[in-house]
């Protein structure tokens, strides 16, 4: 028998001794490290879909990959049990909720806003994307382990570290003003990735794709979260329900079915996406045939229930994950290289999903209501680096990163640092931090950075 895991998975950039608790797994250790760090702890004041002062309700970055963690060790539990492969040599659940508690780590404030405002700040200089900023918080920024002046981070073994990389590819050091963000790992991490790889693969050359069974997972079970929970706040929120989803204009259903064809790489067309939708939503509305206007009030009192009644949004996103869940399945395990298994997701399981995310983003994240706080948030990202990249900006930066600032090779390693400083910002702290900077009302000097 081929194992999942073996002593190389393990082992960490900078050799440790064994966990001083004894039964504590390497991977469970990866775990405590994780829950107990500050970038985990930031994720509190990052923004999922709606800015965190509107209510308590809504879910930040840090109940998202709480979520995301839940759903993901709920796939490697069904996958266990109904792999054959599996049934002697399990998924290590651990490793799975580890990889998945990290998955946002490396969001800046205010979401993809403020990502796309550091990656046109760092275009000359290795460019910002959130996925890479994970592997560099993990690897680098997190002060765990510091051996002879050198950073590991928080020093995880390298197949945590491999479920976090979710884009092989390398993100050229200079791009053009106008390039789309790019997905993958910077250049400063480009040797660490080979480790890793030579780690976790155990067979012969790299694969032409590098993603782990733990970072599918996690990826499958972000968008389940996404497809679920971003819905569910929108409910709350009382910006939709059915009966707005479903007199959407068609210019929006042209839209999805666009977007959903080409992910699917066939047709989708938008009676397929209505027929999704009415399955989704049916549930007692099979019992209301509409035929006149008391039937349509009933109808109508049912849907507005997923805004008004809690249990009713908790009883349909409960439904939606546990549906999901049981939609996945094995597709290959790879005995020479287990670790590069596929799962898959069952075609009719994947497209609610699929309708239901992409949905969600084209009536409500791509929406005004949210891209107005969002703009904002993309000035005062682009603004606070700015103030720290003009001459004598250093001096605002803490103590700790001037050292380090002063001690940088070049302008790209200073501009970095300022990335990372400007990356680890809540939201909240971005905004008070701005509002010291250009505020007309009196802010304390007295307040450390």
């Given at each position: 028998?081929?194992?999942?895991?073996?002593?190389?998975?393990?082992?960490?950039?900078?050799?440790?001794?064994?966990?001083?608790t004894?039964?504590?797994?390497?991977?469970?250790?990866?775990?405590?490290?994780?829950?107990?760090?500050?970038?985990?702890?930031?994720?509190?004041?990052?923004?999922?879909?709606?800015?965190?002062?509107?209510?308590?309700?809504?879910?930040?970055?840090?109940?998202?990959s709480?979520?995301?963690?839940?759903?993901?060790?709920?796939?490697?539990?069904?996958?266990?049990?109904?792999?054959?492969?599996?049934?002697?040599?399990?998924?290590?659940?651990?490793?799975?909720?580890?990889?998945?508690?990290?998955?946002?780590?490396?969001?800046?404030?205010?979401?993809?806003?403020?990502?796309?405002?550091?990656?046109?700040?760092?275009k000359?200089?290795?460019?910002?994307?959130?996925?890479?900023?994970t592997?560099?918080?993990?690897?680098?920024?997190?002060?765990?382990?510091?051996?002879?002046?050198?950073?590991?981070?928080?020093?995880?073994?390298y197949?945590?570290?491999?479920?976090?990389?979710?884009?092989?590819?390398?993100?050229?050091?200079?791009?053009?003003?106008?390039e789309?963000?790019?997905?993958?790992?910077?250049?400063?991490?480009?040797?660490?990735?080979?480790?890793?790889?030579?780690?976790?693969?155990?067979?012969?050359?790299?694969?032409?794709?590098?993603?782990?069974?733990?970072?599918?997972?996690?990826?499958?079970?972000?968008?389940?979260?996404?497809?679920?929970?971003d819905?569910?706040?929108?409910?709350?929120?009382?910006?939709?329900?059915?009966?707005?989803?479903?007199?959407?204009?068609?210019?929006?259903?042209?839209?999805?079915?666009?977007?959903?064809?080409?992910?699917?790489?066939?047709?989708?067309?938008?009676?397929?996406?209505?027929?999704v939708?009415?399955?989704?939503?049916?549930?007692?509305?099979?019992?209301?045939?509409?035929?006149?206007?008391?039937?349509?009030?009933?109808?109508?009192?049912?849907?507005?229930?997923?805004?008004?009644?809690?249990?009713?949004?908790?009883?349909?996103?409960?439904?939606?994950?546990?549906?999901?869940?049981?939609?996945?399945?094995?597709?290959?395990?790879?005995?020479?290289?287990?670790?590069?298994?596929?799962?898959?997701?069952?075609?009719?399981?994947?497209?609610?999903?699929?309708?239901?995310?992409?949905?969600?983003?084209?009536?409500?994240?791509?929406?005004?209501?949210?891209?107005?706080?969002?703009?904002?948030?993309?000035?005062?990202?682009?603004?606070?680096?700015?103030?720290?990249?003009?001459?004598?900006?250093?001096?605002?930066?803490?103590?700790?990163?001037?050292?380090?600032?002063?001690?940088?090779?070049?302008?790209?390693?200073q501009?970095?640092?300022?990335?990372?400083?400007?990356?680890?910002?809540?939201?909240?702290?971005?905004?008070?931090?701005?509002e010291?900077?250009?505020?007309?009302?009196?802010?304390?000097?007295?307040?450390?950075?």
């Amino acid at each position: 028998m081929s194992y999942l895991y073996s002593k190389e998975d393990t082992q960490r950039p900078f050799p440790q001794g064994p966990s001083a608790t004894p039964g504590r797994s390497e991977f469970f250790r990866d775990y405590g490290r994780v829950i107990h760090s500050p970038s985990f702890r930031r994720l509190q004041g990052k923004t999922q879909v709606f800015p965190l002062h509107e209510s308590d309700f809504f879910r930040s970055r840090l109940t998202h990959s709480l979520e995301v963690s839940q759903i993901a060790r709920g796939i490697a539990s069904r996958l266990n049990a109904t792999c054959a492969d599996l049934q002697n040599n399990p998924l290590d659940s651990d490793l799975i909720a580890t990889c998945s508690l990290v998955h946002d780590l490396g969001h800046p404030p205010f979401g993809h806003n403020g990502e796309r405002a550091l990656d046109d700040c760092m275009k000359s200089a290795g460019g910002f994307e959130g996925n890479a900023q994970t592997l560099r918080i993990l690897s680098k920024i997190e002060k765990k382990v510091v051996e002879g002046g050198v950073s590991y981070g928080l020093n995880l073994t390298y197949r945590t570290l491999a479920g976090v990389i979710k884009y092989d590819n390398l993100i050229p050091e200079i791009r053009a003003h106008d390039e789309k963000l790019c997905k993958g790992y910077y250049i400063e991490e480009s040797e660490l990735v080979k480790k890793i790889k030579r780690n976790v693969l155990r067979g012969d050359g790299l694969p032409s794709k590098f993603k782990t069974i733990e970072c599918q997972i996690m990826d499958i079970a972000d968008d389940i979260a996404y497809s679920t929970y971003d819905l569910e706040d929108c409910f709350k929120a009382g910006l939709l329900d059915p009966v707005k989803i479903f007199s959407s204009p068609d210019t929006l259903f042209y839209k999805l079915s666009a977007k959903l064809t080409d992910i699917f790489k066939e047709e989708v067309s938008v009676k397929d996406i209505k027929s999704v939708l009415e399955g989704v939503f049916s549930g007692d509305a099979k019992n209301y045939p509409i035929n006149d206007f008391d039937s349509f009030i009933d109808v109508n009192k049912m849907y507005k229930s997923l805004s008004n009644s809690a249990y009713a949004r908790t009883k349909f996103s409960s439904t939606l994950v546990g549906n999901s869940i049981n939609g996945i399945d094995m597709d290959f395990y790879d005995k020479n290289n287990p670790a590069l298994s596929t799962i898959k997701i069952k075609r009719e399981n994947k497209l609610i999903v699929e309708v239901l995310k992409n949905y969600t983003y084209l009536a409500m994240i791509s929406s005004p209501i949210v891209k107005v706080p969002e703009y904002r948030g993309y000035e005062i990202v682009k603004s606070i680096f700015n103030s720290f990249s003009s001459a004598g900006g250093k001096h605002l930066l803490p103590e700790d990163i001037l050292l380090e600032h002063e001690k940088a090779s070049c302008l790209s390693a200073q501009k970095r640092l300022i990335c990372d400083f400007v990356a680890g910002m809540t939201d909240r702290y971005a905004v008070e931090f701005y509002e010291r900077l250009h505020s007309n009302t009196a802010q304390s000097m007295f307040k450390p950075i």
